[in-house]
């Protein structure tokens, strides 16, 4: 393949925990990648999270593969301090090649591959795999565009601390994990606060957090894998995983729902019966979209408004894999420790692909590290 400016055989776009995974495992097959990612420091989207938030997971089942993240000091929950501080050093035990502060702005083919646009410059790859995850992409209802509320309002992604709304009385929005973890957190500081779902959250068992939902996930991915029927998902259990913060809320009384809102008043939230609620702020905790805006030059066809894969490969250009999006990439994808198989099996599919068209490994492939074992995903 003939390039221009940089070249990789392969360039993972996209350097958080999913492009992390991803460098693992093409690393270990020898093959010559580069990642270039947005963020001018490590941690992916984990570095612009609210202060407060915890996974719902030990850190044993909120590790990426060959390296299990170290057990917070506490011995709770790991906070995003914690996850950032194992994310750097993850990068640094693999001697990962990332590129940090190069935003990947547009992707074009070309007859052996594809260009890529940077504001550090063009790349060129045979192969690209986009990891650029959703944090970047939050979804915001139209309700709450070009209404006439006059308060504050704010995606999750610009939630900071509950101190920010103290004497505030303040609308959470969304049933999921955000939605109760930031009515909890407010609970307390804010003057007022109510979650106001579509409908009643449904919370898990007290006993089931991130380990039960990964083992799920990897059931139904084995089974996905094999042609077999997949099997019932947590769903069938609940939506919102019951957290100490939140357990403690909820036990407390501090967790108020109110139905949703019909629409947005100048002071507040209001329903088609005529009934309303003062607000000074409402905080939408609606989710994300994939972040994939570099990908509009190749006119991906798209179900459900993402792109059609089979596993992490576009279905039109196997030669294009998206990593970490969601369900839709594979089971679990957008998790820290459910990342890491699919990850393996994207790598792998890499490999081969470069095989078939003549490139060799350029290294040995990923060495062991002395005093460590693989792990989680190995």
Known sequence: MISSGRYADVVVIGGGQAGLAAGFYLRRHGVDFAILDAQTSPGGAWQHVWESLRLFSPAQFSSLPGWQMPIPEHGGYPDTAHVIDYLTRYEQRYQLPIRRGVTVTSVHRTEGGFRLDTSDGGWTARIVVSATGTWWQPFIPALARNSRFTGAQLHTVHYGKPQDFAGMRVAVVGAGNSGAQIAADLAGHAAQVRWMTHMTPRFLPDDVDGRVLFQLANQRYRALKAGLP?????????????????????????????????????????????????????IWATGFRPALHHLAPLHLQRVDGHPVTDGTAYRHDPRLHLLGYGDWTGPAAATLIGVGPIARDMAAQVKDLLASQGVSPVTSGLQPIPGYRLTVGS
Request: aromatic letters at 6%; proline letters at 11%.
């Open 230 to 282: 997949a099997p019932a998902g947590i769903s069938e259990l609940g939506d919102v995983v019951a957290v100490p913060p939140v357990r403690d809320a909820r036990d407390a009384g501090r967790l108020h729902v109110m139905p949703m809102f019909t629409r947005l008043a100048p002071d507040g939230t209001q329903w088609s019966d005529g009934s309303s609620w003062p607000a000074d702020a409402i």
